[in-house]
């Protein structure tokens, strides 16, 4: 079967994005707007969302299962306070959990973390928790910047975090690092803000010792990894100097890339430098890139095109399409091997 481990609700009904924009404006007047303010949505403005835009793709593709999320770019942490991020946190999980009833064969979930600047992380991981426990979740994005490209919390290797690392390794899921939308204008969201952070991550965790602290944490780091692989022995190199031991031998065993990235040469290059076994296919549809390539006349973020270009052997194309997708999410392996 062939996995799609990065996927997000980017055309949710617009009921969802009223309610946001009921709490939005409710900032400014003061109004607190609680979680049952939603309009209800229908199961069939659910499959209208879809039916037209992520299982058509998903048909037309050739690809079975997208492990789905909310639309990354919405979460937007840095709105409001706590209670606003765990509200719409909440709304847009829930609708996630809706989505897999209804396509329990197209999709599976991962949740949005009711993150806020200056806000402990272990305040998520009861939202973590009633993700996987209640709603069957196997996973959640974990946002590095809060606030939104001001990068005002400590690095994703700091002990702050630490409280919210534990509940993910108890309950045995991996995070995503996925940033939000961007509030500094310096910083284009998709196109620099999420790169750049992609960066970061991995360079932080190159840079500690955090998982010798937990070494059944797993992270993917979406989008190719950034500008990491392209720039591998600089990482190399600056891992080297720094004393660290080969990143094969200690970042690889909890550092994925997906394969989101949007050209035949990238993919190139990501399959010569990093090795097969942490490398997942994705494809973030419907997503940051949604047109038609006019050298290749195919979608910019029709990846499996790519890998099916590449003369990979049958074993590996298994585990970039689906057995390291497995491996990292335990407990959507379970799901499978039950049925
Ligand atoms: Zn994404």
């Given at each position: 079967m062939i996995i799609d481990c990065h996927g997000h609700y980017?055309?949710?009904?617009?009921a969802l994005q009223k309610f946001r924009d009921q709490q939005i404006a409710g900032l400014k007047t003061g109004l607190d707007v609680p979680l049952s303010a939603q309009t209800k949505i229908g199961d069939d403005e659910i499959r209208d969302s879809l039916e037209n835009a992520q299982l058509k793709l998903q048909r037309a593709r050739g690809t079975d299962l997208t492990i789905f999320s909310p639309r990354a770019s919405a979460m937007?942490?840095?709105?409001?306070n706590e209670t606003t991020s765990r509200r719409w946190t909440q709304a847009c999980n829930d609708l996630i959990q809706r989505v897999v009833g209804l396509y329990s064969d197209n999709f599976i979930g991962v949740c949005q973390l009711p993150q806020s600047p200056?806000?402990?992380?272990?305040?998520s991981a009861a939202e973590l928790e009633r993700c996987v426990k209640?709603?069957?979740?196997?996973g959640c994005n974990l946002n590095p910047d809060p606030s939104g490209g001001h990068?005002?919390?400590?690095?994703?290797?700091?002990?702050?975090?630490y409280p919210l690392y534990e509940k993910m390794a108890e309950l045995d899921v991996p995070a995503m690092v996925h940033v939000s939308s961007s509030?500094?204008?310096?910083?284009?969201?998709?196109?620099a803000h999420y790169i750049n952070a992609d960066t970061t991550a991995f360079m932080q965790f190159l840079s500690s010792d955090l998982f010798a602290d937990f070494p059944t944490l797993k992270f993917i780091i979406p989008h190719g990894g950034g500008a990491v692989p392209y720039h591998w022995g600089r990482y190399r190199g600056l891992a080297q100097d720094m004393k660290r031991p080969l990143l094969k031998d200690y970042l690889l065993k909890n550092v994925f890339f997906d394969?989101?990235?949007?050209h035949l040469p990238g993919i190139e290059l990501l399959l010569k430098v990093i090795p097969t076994d942490n490398i997942i296919f994705g494809?973030?549809?419907?997503?940051a890139v949604r047109g038609i390539d006019p050298e290749t006349?195919?979608?910019?973020?029709?990846?499996r095109r790519y890998l099916d270009a590449l003369k990979l052997s049958d074993a590996d194309r298994h585990k970039i399409f689906e057995g390291n997708a497995r491996r990292v999410f335990p407990r959507l392996d379970a799901k499978l091997a039950a049925g």
């Open positions: 980017t055309t949710a009904p617009g937007a942490h840095h709105i409001g200056g806000i402990a992380p272990v305040n209640e709603l069957g979740f196997v990068w005002t919390s400590p690095p994703l290797t700091d002990r702050h975090w509030c500094n204008a310096n910083f284009h969201a998709t196109g394969t989101c990235v949007y494809s973030e549809m419907v997503g006349g195919q979608y910019y973020d029709d990846t």
